[in-house]
C-alpha cells in the first residue's frame, strides 16, 4: 500500500529542488554544456538527477520485504511516477508564475530563460507537457530500481558511472589523446559523447565486471587480510610515486596545470592539517603564511620589487622564507596562547586580515608594492632545465610534488613523534595534557611554526609560478577553502587531505582557478557548502580519516547516545562502556 503524505511530501521536495535550480540560474548556465549529443545536457542531468534521487529515497520506504517481488516492484514504481508527478505539478505552476508575474528586477535568474531551459526550449503548453512526462518517467525508473535484483542494479550503476565520467571529463580525455583525430571518434563537435561511443562503454563495462566480478572478489577478500594490508600499502605508495612521475609526462598543459594547483592547496592543506587536525587549534587565518611565503619570495627575486631588490636566487631566497614564515607563526601564536575553540578561530581570522590589510595599505606601498604588487618574479632554476616556471606546468608539476612528499614527510614524522603525542593530548583534552606534564604553549607555538612553514612552501612556489603577487590572492576564502578540503578530507589524515584536495580543487575548482568541472565556477560556493553540510552530517571524520580522529568522534556519539538512553543520567564508568 503507498503512503500517500509521504509520497506527497517527497514530491513536493522534488519540485521544490528543481525550482531552486532553475531559479538560481543553475539548470540554464549548465544546458550550455552538452554531455550526450544530442539527448543529454549537463543542466538536464542536474534537474532529472535531483528528482531520480529523491524517488529512489521514497521508494526505499515502501519496500515490504513479506511481499511479492512483482507487486514489490509494482509499487516502488508507482511510488516514484507519483513523486515524479508531484513534482512536475510543482514545477508547472512554478514556470507559469515566472511566466505570469516579472520578477526579474528582484530574482535576476527568474525570467523567460529559465523557463525555456526547464521546458526543453519548447515553451508552453508542448514543453510543459514534456517536462511532466520526462519527471514521471524518471520518477518511475527511480522507484523501479529500488526493486530490481542486485546484480542488475550494480550493472546498470556501473553503466551510468563510468558513461557519465567519460562524458564530464571531455577535457581530460581529450587533454590525453592528443590525436583531434581520435577524439572526434569518440566526442561530437559540438561537445559531448556519441550515441555509438556510449553503446561502446557500456558494453566494455558490462563484459569487463562480468568477466572479472571473481577476481575482485578474491582481491578483496586477500586484501582483508591483516598481512596483505601493509604490502598494499607499499604497493600503492610505489604505484603513486610511479604515476608522479610518468603521468606529467603524457598530460597535456591543461592537466599539468591542473596538477600544479591542486599541489598548491595540498601543501596548504598539510600545513593546516597540523595545526587544526593534529593540535587542534582551529585557524581561519591560515593563508596569511601563504602570503608570507609569497611575498617574501617575490620582494628577494623580483627585479621590480620597490625599495628593496636583492635579486636573490629561489633556492637562496627559500631559507630566508622559512625564518620568516616562522616567524610570523611566533607572532601569530604568541597572542592566543590561552585562547580556545571559537575565541582562538576569531582572532587568527582577524590576524589574517590584518596581514593582508598591511600589505595594501600605503604604509607598507614602498615595500610590497600595495594594490600593484610585484612583478616579474622569476622562475626556479632547475640544474639542466633552466628557469622553470608557469609557462612550463610540466616540469614545474615535479617542483610541486616534491614540496608535497616532503610536507608529508614532516607531517608523517611529526604525527608519529613525541610532539604529535603531545598535541593529541592538547586536542583532546588540554587542561589534562597540562596536568600530565605537556607543555601546551610549546607545543602550540610548534604547531603554528610548523604549519606557517609548510604554508610558506606553497607561497614561494606559487610566486615563481605566477610571476607576481597581488592582496587579492590572499583573501580570506583561501583560508576557509583550505580547511574544507581538511575537513572532507579527513582531519588528521595525511592522505585525507590529499583526496580532498582532489575532490574539491581538481573537480570543483579553487578559490580564482577552475576544475575539471569548468562549469561550476559559478556555483563552486554552493558545492562548497553542500558538500561540507553533508560530510557534517553523514561522514564527520571525512572521507580518509585518521584512526585516532574516527575513534575520537564516534566516542563523542556513542557517549550522547548512551545518555540520552538513561534519561540524562550518565556517568564515566557508562562512557567507558559505551566505547568498548
Known amino acids: 500500500m503507498i503512503d500517500m503524505r509521504r509520497t506527497f511530501r517527497f514530491g513536493l521536495l ?34 532529472y538527477g535531483t528528482l531520480f534521487v529523491i524517488a529512489y529515497i521514497a521508494a526505499r520506504g515502501e519496500i515490504n520485504i513479506l511481499e511479492e517481488p512483482d507487486y514489490r516492484a509494482a509499487e516502488t514504481t508507482a511510488t516514484g511516477a507519483a513523486v515524479g508527478f508531484v513534482a512536475t505539478m510543482v514545477t508547472v505552476v512554478y514556470a507559469l508564475l515566472i511566466t505570469a508575474v516579472d520578477v526579474v528586477e528582484f530574482f535576476p535568474n527568474m525570467d523567460e530563460a529559465m523557463v525555456e531551459s526547464l521546458t526543453f526550449e519548447q515553451g508552453a503548453p508542448i514543453g510543459l507537457a514534456l517536462l511532466g512526462l520526462a519527471s514521471v518517467i524518471v ?4 522507484g523501479w530500481l529500488v526493486s530490481t535484483a542486485d546484480g542488475l542494479k550494480q550493472s546498470i550503476s556501473k553503466v551510468v558511472g563510468w558513461v557519465l565520467g567519460f ?12 590525436s583531434r583525430d581520435v577524439s572526434r571518434l569518440i566526442y561530437s563537435p559540438n561537445g559531448g559523447l ?6 561502446v562503454i557500456a558494453v566494455l563495462v558490462v563484459y569487463l565486471s562480468r568477466r572479472y566480478s571473481g577476481r575482485l572478489t578474491s582481491f578483496a577478500a586477500e586484501v582483508s587480510n591483516a598481512d596483505s594490508k601493509s604490502r598494499l600499502r607499499r604497493g600503492v605508495i610505489a604505484f603513486l610515486v610511479f604515476a608522479a612521475i610518468v603521468l606529467p609526462m603524457l ?40 602570503a608570507v611565503g609569497a611575498y617574501g619570495t617575490a620582494v628577494l627575486t623580483s627585479p621590480l620589487s620597490p625599495t628593496f631588490s636583492p635579486q636573490l636566487n629561489w633556492w637562496v631566497a627559500l631559507p630566508i622564507v622559512f625564518v620568516l614564515a616562522a616567524i610570523a607563526g611566533l607572532l601569530v601564536g604568541t597572542p592566543v596562547i590561552r585562547m580556545r575553540g571559537d575565541y582562538l578561530a576569531i582572532v587568527t581570522l582577524g590576524f589574517g586580515e590584518i596581514v593582508r590589510i598591511l600589505l595594501l595599505s600605503d ?43 616532503i610536507a608529508g614527510y614532516i607531517s608523517y614524522r611529526a604525527q608519529n613523534s613525541r610532539i604529535g603525542r603531545a598535541w593529541a593530548a592538547m586536542r583532546e583534552d588540554e587542561d589534562v595534557a597540562e596536568a600530565i606534564g605537556i607543555s601546551t604553549v610549546s607545543a602550540k607555538l610548534l604547531a603554528f611554526v610548523t604549519g606557517a612553514i609548510i604554508a610558506s612552501f606553497a607561497g614561494a612556489l606559487f610566486s615563481a609560478k605566477v610571476g607576481a603577487v597581488f592582496t587579492n590572492s590572499f583573501d580570506v576564502l583561501v583560508s576557509i577553502i583550505i580547511l574544507v578540503v581538511v575537513i572532507v578530507g579527513g ?4 592522505s585525507g ?3 580532498g584536495a582532489f575532490v574539491l580543487i581538481g573537480v570543483l575548482g579553487g578559490p580564482k582557478s577552475p576544475g575539471l568541472l569548468a562549469e561550476f565556477a559559478e556555483f563552486k560556493l554552493l558545492f562548497y557548502g553542500a558538500i561540507l553540510v553533508f560530510m557534517m552530517l553523514k561522514r564527520p571524520e571525512g572521507l580518509l580519516p585518521s584512526v585516532r580522529r574516527s575513534r575520537e568522534l564516534h566516542q563523542d556519539e556513542m557517549s550522547q547516545d548512551a545518555w540520552l538512553e538513561k534519561g540524562g543520567d550518565f556517568t564515566a564508568d557508562d562512557a567507558e562502556g559505551a566505547t568498548t
Open 363 to 405: 604604509w607598507l606601498t614602498p615595500l610590497f608594492g600595495g594594490s600593484q604588487g610585484i612583478r616579474r618574479i622569476p622562475g626556479v632554476d632547475v640544474p639542466f632545465l633552466g628557469e622553470v616556471g608557469g609557462t612550463r606546468p610540466e616540469f614545474f608539476v615535479y617542483l610541486t610534488l616534491i614540496f608535497v612528499l
Open 194 to 199: 556519441r550515441l555509438w561511443s556510449v553503446a
Open 491 to 494: 582531519m588528521g589524515s595525511i
Open 251 to 290: 598530460l597535456g598543459g591543461i592537466l599539468n596545470e591542473l596538477m600544479i594547483n591542486v599541489s598548491l592547496f595540498v601543501l596548504m592543506g598539510l600545513g593546516l592539517n597540523i595545526v587544526v587536525g593534529l593540535a587542534g587549534l582551529l585557524d581561519l587565518g591560515y593563508v596569511a603564511f601563504f
Open 497 to 499: 587531505v590529499i583526496v
Open 139 to 142: 520518477g518511475a525508473v527511480g
Open 14 to 47: 522534488a519540485g521544490g529542488a528543481m525550482a531552486f535550480l532553475g531559479g538560481i540560474g543553475m539548470i540554464e548556465s549548465f544546458n550550455e554544456r552538452t554531455l550526450i549529443d544530442p539527448i543529454l545536457r549537463m543542466g538536464d542531468l542536474f534537474l
Open 167 to 178: 562524458a564530464l571529463l571531455e577535457v581530460v580525455v581529450t587533454d590525453i589523446v592528443e
